[in-house]
């Protein structure tokens, strides 16, 4: 039975740091694109960011990019997010995800993943 479990969520003030971890039990990070996806209240849920490790290649949405940093330790099975620059719009409940496929032409496509952990509250204040 596949787990995905999501820690390190809190709330922070805008400017601060947080980092998110993401372990897996049944199923191995090494292998597939997983990433990490975020849904404010009233709004979609979107994705965040993919990392695919054959290729080492990671995606990153427009509204994270140079703040947010994805990254896997395949030892641990473990998936982490080190958020930087935090603002209030990065508010809402962060959620990892594992797909059983590469990333493909569609890093972003939350269709495209088959697992889900629980969540990880984010609260930004300004």
């Known amino acids: 039975q596949v787990q995905l479990v999501e820690s390190g969520g809190g709330s922070v003030q805008a400017g601060g740091s947080l980092r998110l971890s993401c372990e897996a039990s049944?199923?191995?990070?090494?292998?597939?694109?997983v990433g990490w996806f975020r849904q404010a209240p009233g709004k979609e849920r979107e994705a965040v960011a993919t990392?695919?490790?054959?290729?080492?290649?990671?995606y990153y949405t427009d509204p994270v990019k140079g703040r947010f940093t994805i990254s896997k330790d395949n030892a641990k099975n473990t998936l982490y997010m080190q958020m930087n620059s935090l603002k209030p719009e990065d508010t809402g409940m962060y959620y990892c995800a594992a797909a059983g496929d590469t990333c493909g032409a569609r890093p972003f496509d939350a269709r495209r993943f088959v697992y889900w952990g629980q969540g990880t509250q984010v609260t930004v204040s300004s």
């Open positions: 049944g199923y191995t990070y090494s292998r597939d694109c």
């Open positions: 990392i695919y490790t054959p290729g080492g290649s990671t």
